[in-house]
């Protein structure tokens, strides 16, 4: 299949996803316990009050129409406007956005590195006490959920070490590289689980390459083993490197939501965490399809990449 | 009625933290505010009953000359904020941080001041008249007062803010003004407005002065950066949910009477989250965290680097479980009385708040003059209570207990009441939610059999008011015409031993056949630097202004 059409095809398909997507993030919002109402007028409103609010936010209307408001809007970019202080919420995403792109940007970068690096160097030699001791820690950091790992991470570096600052803030009138300190935590806590992940697929690919036949007999011929591993299996490996980037970019934003509100950095996932507590369900409903949007892409660009790289993967 | 039901409930049930704590607070500071207002009406008889006359607050007319004592540098103060849906709109703005940074912002009406005379410690106004037959009062603004763009702020500048506050729609400012008829409302002079009201009611002045009453000039709808201010510090920068940076105003009314602001400098940091805020304060990131938990202010009992500060009575949050008497068997008063004497409040004060708090008596009212101190405080008698229990047939009972982090230690009082209640033979299965959902599932709430709660204490005559009159839904079941008949006509009641009277009626019958069990009050606890003074002159302390703060 020409390139072009996988791309068409595959972008297609993520609408589609999307668009999917868009069904599941409206219909778990209509089913959090306590309405919309709630949000706008407070918990303790009468019955008239709520009454009203429920008109005015057209709440009474059939939840198929509403959906289609909402998702018709979304579409034209109208994302609607955030019930606790009235901004629009694609403002609130403008606002915050940038910060979590750099975070998430900043651990990837730390990550797949980390990853590739630790991968290699287990899978060179499987089953040596390398491997074990790099499969065991790997596996260890893939099951540690990212709020432990921040929290081991805070009490470590910030508060036993004194390193670094223990919460995120911002410079005001500045962005989060004018305190370049503050993001390191949240970097860390965001990268250690996605490298680890890549780590294992990298060891897994690394190993099985060392153990074909191409392989075998280059190694039969002299040539040492560094260079086997930079010129022979490097390249061949380095394709689960890219479909974990995909894989990374969802995990990344997965933590994000947990880490940035523990560290109280400004970006989109502490919003949408403060959003659900204050059930604010257009910001909640942007934010959710903006990430769902940003998850696709990058499993969108990945498969391109993937497959641009891999000319098995091309026929 | 004087408060309508809908806007005095926004008020008294509200929620410390959101969520996730943190969120809402705007209806935790009027909560308090509610509740400073009555204490503040009252407040000669809180002196009286401190022993000390004098108190300790600084209020306007008294000190220095202008900026003479001025100390210079910046606070840096942490608190619950609501992300990047901050907003310079007090109106709309839905945290503890966007009431805060209105107050340093926007000059008051006045502020309750339990320690003045009449009560209040006035703002941009110099005093207050009531119309004998408290059918209007006439209010007369401090001479001098400017906005930051140099104009005069004058009466029409109060009615346009008062009319402001009226429209809001979360109903939460406008219950202050819901007694006064704004539209009759007339500018006298440049200095002088007459406010009629609805209907004759005794405590003007406290209710205007509650400390929300911001004053915006004549013409605002748009709350921007470059808005004309009259508060104590002229904003600079706003980044909603990451902070907000202030200037001393030299111009504030308050210098010329020897007050503050004192330091060159404010900023206010939004962060919602609670060990966050503790870590931002320990590693001097901030020099003020407020809203810390009682397990906090107890880690950091000890700790030479931090200074803890908590609320005394009045100003407590109450923590209560309520019954409701619409669904059996707590239709029947021997079960109430049971699960009362069934909860053993000292060990809940100790192991839940750390004793860093009060022991409640099934009332709302600690602290308060027209709280009925005399009745007996209720016993722990597991005894008596499985005797009840037998007696109405109700023994080896189950029942859900409702319950949320709304406010720290809910679900830990929660926890330790449902095994006190196992101990009398009574099955409690506790149904915890997360943050934010417990009083969002409104339906599930009002028809739960028994729930958690909290506020902070009020006044009877409000709370009851708030909670309980006409059978109000946040009665849960509640609903006594004669009760209510009280109510009613201590609020129309200038003297005020015999509105208190009539108060403490009301309040036995709620003692005595009612559906709440109160069994501690927390308190609002904040942390700070040693060399960060001056907190509590500036008033209204949970939600401070800076005013009077001065840093060493």
Not at chain 1, 142 to 162: H, N, R
Not at chain 2, 445 to 473: H, K, M
């Amino acid at each position: 299949m020409r390139l072009w059409r996988l791309v068409v095809r595959r972008l297609a398909l993520s609408l589609v996803a999307l668009a999917g997507l868009s069904v599941v993030i409206f219909a778990a919002t209509e089913v959090l316990p306590g309405d919309a109402v709630t949000a706008v007028v407070g918990p303790d409103a009468t019955v008239e009050q709520r009454d009203r609010a429920r008109l005015e936010l057209g709440l009474d209307r059939p939840v198929l129409d509403r959906y289609f408001d909402w998702a018709g809007a979304a579409v034209l970019g109208d994302l609607g406007t955030a019930y606790v202080g009235g901004r629009p919420v694609g403002d609130v995403i403008a606002d915050r956005l940038p910060n979590s792109v750099l975070l998430g940007a900043l651990a990837l970068a730390l990550a797949i590195p980390a990853g590739v690096v630790v991968g290699v160097l287990a899978g060179a030699r499987p089953g040596k006490r390398l491997d074990r001791f790099l499969s065991t820690g790997s596996l260890l950091a893939i099951g540690i959920p990212e709020f432990v790992t921040a929290g081991l991470l805070l009490a470590i570096l910030a508060i036993g070490l004194d390193l670094v600052p223990p919460v995120s803030l911002v410079p005001l009138g500045g962005g989060p590289l004018d305190a370049p300190t503050i993001v390191v935590l949240p970097v860390l806590s965001l990268a250690i689980l996605p490298a680890a992940a890549a780590a294992r697929l990298i060891r897994a690919s690394v190993a099985d390459t060392m153990s074909s036949p191409y392989v075998e007999t280059a190694r039969l011929n002299g040539i040492r083993h560094s260079q086997l591993l930079r010129r022979h299996v490097l390249p061949n490996s380095l394709g689960p490197a890219i479909q974990v980037l995909g894989l990374a970019v969802g995990a990344i934003i997965g933590g994000a939501i947990v880490v940035e509100a523990l560290f109280s950095y400004p970006g989109i996932g502490a919003e949408l965490s403060s959003a659900v507590g204050t059930r604010d369900l257009p910001l909640v409903q942007g934010i959710a399809l903006v990430l769902a949007a940003i998850t696709l892409l990058s499993l969108l660009l990945t498969d391109i990449a993937g497959r641009l790289l891999d000319p098995r993967l091309r026929t | 009625m004087f408060f309508t039901w809908w806007s005095a409930a926004t008020v008294v049930r509200m929620r410390l933290v959101p969520n996730n704590e943190g969120q809402m607070d705007r209806r935790a500071f009027l909560k308090n505010s509610l509740a400073a207002a009555t204490v503040t009406a009252l407040a000669p008889l809180i002196a009286a009953c401190s022993g000390d006359g004098s108190g300790s607050t600084t209020t306007v007319g008294t000190g220095a000359t202008t900026g003479a004592n001025a100390t210079g540098g910046t606070i840096r103060a942490a608190f619950v904020g609501a992300g990047a849906s901050e907003t310079l709109n007090v109106f709309s703005g839905g945290s503890a941080l966007d009431f805060v940074r209105a107050r340093a912002m926007h000059a008051t009406l006045g502020n309750l001041d339990p320690n003045s005379p009449d009560g209040v410690a006035y703002g941009v106004l110099e005093g207050i008249e009531a119309a004998d037959d408290l059918s209007a009062y006439t209010l007369r603004v401090r001479p001098g007062v400017v906005f930051s763009d140099g104009s005069p702020l004058g009466a029409a500048d109060v009615i346009h803010s008062l009319r402001l506050a009226a429209n809001d729609a979360t109903g939460s400012f406008a219950l202050f003004v819901a007694d006064f008829d704004l539209e009759a409302a007339t500018v006298d002079d440049d200095l002088t407005l007459t406010l009629p009201t609805r209907q004759p009611i005794a405590d003007g002045p406290t209710i205007l002065c509650v400390g929300t009453n911001f004053v915006f000039k004549d013409g605002t709808t748009d709350f921007t950066e470059d808005m004309p201010t009259s508060g104590p510090f002229l904003l600079r920068e706003f980044d909603p949910g990451v902070g907000t940076r202030f200037e001393r105003n030299p111009d504030f009314y308050g210098l010329k009477l020897g007050g503050g602001p004192f330091v060159d400098e404010l900023e206010l940091r939004s962060i919602p989250d609670e060990a966050a805020r503790l870590n931002a304060l320990l590693d001097g990131q901030v020099d003020l965290a407020n809203d810390l938990s009682p397990l906090q202010g107890q880690e950091l009992a000890g700790d030479d680097r931090i200074v803890v500060e908590a609320t005394q009575p009045p100003y407590l949050s109450a923590l209560y479980f309520q019954m409701n008497m619409a669904i059996p068997p707590f239709d029947d008063v021997r079960v109430r009385q049971a699960f009362r004497l069934a909860c053993d409040r000292q060990a809940m004060l100790d192991t839940v708040l750390f004793g860093r708090g009060e022991i409640g008596n099934d009332m709302f009212s600690l602290g308060f003059p027209d709280y009925a101190a005399d009745i007996p405080q209720r016993p722990f008698d597991p005894d008596e209570a499985r005797r009840l229990l037998a007696e109405a047939g109700a023994e080896g009972m189950s029942v859900p207990l409702l319950t949320g982090p709304e406010s720290p230690g809910m679900v830990e009082a929660a926890t330790l009441y449902a095994q006190q209640l196992g101990d009398v033979g009574v099955d409690v299965t506790i149904n915890e939610l997360p943050a934010g959902q417990l009083f969002a599932d409104f339906e599930t709430y009002l028809s739960s059999p028994l729930v958690s709660g909290f506020t902070t204490a009020a006044p009877a005559l409000l709370y009851y008011q708030v909670v309980f009159l006409g059978g109000g839904p946040f009665g849960l079941g509640w609903n006594r015409p004669d009760i209510d008949e009280l109510v009613f006509a201590a609020r129309g009641t200038a003297d005020a031993e015999e509105r208190a009277a009539l108060a403490v009626q009301a309040q036995r019958a709620l003692f005595d056949e009612g559906n709440a069990i109160v069994p501690v009050y927390k308190p609002v606890i904040t942390g700070r630097v040693p060399g960060l003074t001056g907190i509590a002159e500036g008033l209204f302390e949970q939600y401070p202004s800076f005013s009077e703060a001065r840093l060493a």
